[in-house]
């Protein structure tokens, strides 16, 4: 399994290096009033265009919830630095791992993998991911925690490591057989 992470972060560096060198990130900032540092890719302009020409193309059906997730994608200025809305049908191979401070936890296969552009094209990779199941009822305090959780996992920040080490949150997902998010 270790292995594969290599491989993926191998395919990242190589997907940033790609980025950074083509002509596709002048293009895709040209219209963008961001400040991003050396070889960054302002995502939030590439999420926000990639929502208006296909209208908010996911709905969690909780308001609350989309909320967070949308300031998350708003907010993004460098890849993986915010999270969407992950239809529960794009997970296979849903085992039972154990159980933490709020409900269980798996081990799944995400079949597209986070979202990650090249310009302004999706690209999709498979990989084995931990679901964290919160509960049915998300009350005003789980909801601030999760949204805090995400603002700190998201964050290129040594705030960030120090916390949560290598942990990334992708995502929220809901289960519609129990209604679990």
Sequence with gaps: MVRNKKIWA???????????????????????????GEGAVCESCTLTAEASK??????????????????????SRYMF????????????EINRIGRGGFGNVYSAWWIDGPMCFYGNERIS??????IKSLGRELT?????KLETYINISTSQTNLRYELLGLFQC????????TNEY
């Design 10 to 36: 191998y395919n990242v560096e190589q997907l940033l290096k790609q980025v950074i060198n083509s002509s596709v990130l002048s293009s895709m900032l040209s219209d963008c009033s961001h400040t991003v």
């Design 54 to 75: 296909t209208g908010t193309p996911w709905s969690s059906g909780n308001p609350e919830i989309d909320r967070i997730i949308l300031n998350s994608q708003l907010k």
């Design 81 to 92: 630095s915010h999270v969407e809305w992950i239809p529960f049908e794009h997970f296979r």
């Design 125 to 130: 990779r498979g990989q084995v991911v931990a």
């Design 140 to 144: 005003p305090d789980l909801l601030h």
């Design 170 to 177: 992708y995502g929220i997902t809901q289960d519609p057989s």
